[in-house]
């Protein structure tokens, strides 16, 4: 198979630059044993593009992230930044790119690997196998609303305000996303809010509901009252497939549901912004963690969260299914060896090094490929 997709690498600070070598020793693999070529720009995103250029995104580095077929970013910040004045802190790099990109659906798989089942908090009858998507809407709601702000009362008293709203598009434009996905999956679709108590919610509901009329009604849909969404994720995780819901509420459930499979060091994710007339949506992947300053530039972060991010970039934007099974499945046989990082090290296993688990991923792929 070949293919020139267009690849911007945004490895960022910290233990960003460690773990996305690992992703592009992956890259070189596929390249060699998968004929699949990828065009790739690496550039600099948060404190290193600070030091260099004075801001954390540079113009020219915004301008090849909209050309780009897709970025892969690694983590931003650290402390030698944290003094900086807040328009120009390292986040607001990942800010910029999510904004100008309108990146306004994040997906957050919460997946259980095998070998991991004892790092959750769960049992591990309620974790094995388990495999949800999280569709968070990422540029609307409350986060962002008006009117926003702290005012005096004058009598002594002040007042924090912050709005929740969403409009009928920003709606539709997420569910979309949500039922595309599920068709590539379970067919399943759980859509959260709180009808009951927001208006904002029952609109949600409304909206998604005509959706699925429209033209999905080969996914199930159900809904689900946000504060149940949290009890259920605990309770039965494995009943979700997809879960569609707002920035709020999917920025909780998306890490409770995160921490069912252990660590931090294992979770990807994307975020999707609209197809173009020319049917390429924008789309940018990293992983979950930030930048580790505690063990930076020590060869022990665990680099698989990014390398996941890359498999769902292979997925998502470069429809290479393929691909992306190769290196999920090799990530379940490295585990299942016994090999780990510091991060997810249990009793009776290897510690391996950033380096040292990017080989065992490359022989994995190489026992695949055989
Ligand atoms: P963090 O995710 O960087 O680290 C939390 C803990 O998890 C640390 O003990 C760290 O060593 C460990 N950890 C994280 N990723 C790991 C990995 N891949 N392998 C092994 N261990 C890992 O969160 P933090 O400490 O709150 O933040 C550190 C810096 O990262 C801050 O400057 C923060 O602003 C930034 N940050 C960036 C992002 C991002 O770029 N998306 C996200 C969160 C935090």
């Known amino acids: ?13 910290g233990i960003g630059p460690e773990v996305m070598r690992e992703v592009r020793r992956v890259v070189d693999w596929m390249d060699k044993r998968r004929a699949v070529t990828f065009d790739i720009d690496e550039d ?9 250029h004075g801001v954390p995104l540079a113009d020219e580095t915004m301008d090849k992230a909209m050309e780009a077929d897709a970025v892969l970013l690694g983590a931003v910040g650290g402390p030698q930044w944290d003094n900086l004045d807040f328009s120009i802190k390292p986040e607001r790099g990942l800010l910029r790119l999510r904004k100008e990109m309108e990146l306004f659906a994040n997906l957050r798989p919460a997946l259980c690997f095998d070998a991991l089942v004892q790092a959750s908090s769960l049992k591990p009858e309620l974790v094995s196998g388990l495999d949800i998507m999280i569709v968070r809407e990422l540029t609307g ?5 008006e009117p926003r702000g702290i005012e005096d009362l004058g009598n002594g008293e002040r007042r924090g305000i912050n709005t929740q709203v969403y409009t009928t598009s920003e709606i539709r434009r997420v569910a979309e996303v949500a039922f595309d996905l599920a068709r590539k999956r379970d067919s399943r679709v759980c859509s959260v809010e709180k009808a009951n108590v927001m208006e904002s919610g029952l609109l949600w509901r409304e909206e998604v509901t005509k959706l699925h009329g429209e033209g999905f009604d080969d996914v199930e849909l159900s809904h689900m009252y946000a504060d149940n969404c949290s009890m259920q994720l605990v309770r039965t995780p494995k ?24 660590s931090l060091g294992m979770l ?15 789309a940018m992947y990293e992983p ?19 390398i996941l991010s890359f498999a769902m970039n292979l997925r998502y934007s470069f429809d290479m299914g393929d691909e992306a099974d190769l290196i999920e499945n090799g990530v379940n046989k490295v585990l299942a060896s016994g090999k780990r990082t510091g991060d997810i090290m249990a009793a009776g296993c290897d510690i391996v090094s950033t380096e040292g688990m990017g080989d065992a991923l490359l022989r994995a792929l190489d026992e695949q490929a055989a």
């Open 239 to 262: 009943q979700f497939d997809v879960i569609l819901t707002d920035n709020l509420f999917g920025d909780m459930l998306s890490d409770t549901a995160a921490m069912l499979t252990g």
């Open 141 to 145: 709601g409350v986060y962002f609303g």
């Open 288 to 306: 979950v963690h930030g930048s580790a300053p505690d063990i930076a530039g020590e060869n022990k972060a665990n680099p698989l969260a990014t």
């Open 44 to 52: 600099l995103v948060g404190g290193s593009a600070i030091d260099k």
């Open 1 to 13: 198979m070949a293919s020139n997709k267009n690849l911007l690498i945004l490895p960022g600070d």
């Open 268 to 282: 990807p994710s994307a975020s999707l912004g609209a197809t173009d007339e020319t049917g390429r949506r924008k």
